[in-house]
């Protein structure tokens, strides 16, 4: 898989691509991960990529025409399947978002900032907005971080152990039942007996009902 990552700040979104799992698979080739300062794709002598809004308003909007400028040039090389704006108006991220994605070959993220980015990119440019959750971040840098580990991981080769992806919370809609390492027992705190038991069809009950009690119970607080 090839991603193209489009923003006013790249250097706020390299740094979790530099390290463990995700390193691995870019070094191992499972994907590519190309970052674009969108100041290079802006013609003016300040390499201006925001303005101010039509109508009034505080906060200042990206610009058409340096994104545009930076896709005409990277779609005449590539093919892509998706370019995604990353925007809390988007669609909310979630794990079957993420499985889809996961499957696409080439993919563009495009970082909004600032107050936001002028329609027509989202109009005329774009086919997915995508949101990490309902709250707003200053840019959508952490934002593409987070969908990026979460498609990546999925990316076979891209996590050490295979089954281990498909086995994650979410994957049939439900949280994972609780896990435990060494020690057994942790000054009082001990781990249930049923683990130690070495009946792994007793294990799977016990894992399943635990997995639909934290589901249920999730957003309370
Ligand atoms: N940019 C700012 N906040 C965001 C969010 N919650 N999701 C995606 N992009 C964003």
Redesign the pocket.
Known sequence: MRIDIISVIPELISSPFSSSIIKRAIESGVVKVHFHNLRDYSKSKHKKVDDYQYGGGPGMVLMIEPIENCLSQLKSKTSYDAIVL???S?KQ?DQKLSNKFSLFKNIIIV??HYKGVDQRVKDYLITHE???????????EL??AVFCDSIIRLLPGGIGNETSALNDSFQDGLISAPIYTRPENYKGMTVPKILLSGNSSEIEKWRDKKSIELSSRKNDL
């Open positions: 990353m925007t809390p988007g991220l970082c909004g995508v949101s990490i959750g309902n709250y707003v971040l200053t840019g959508g934002p593409a």
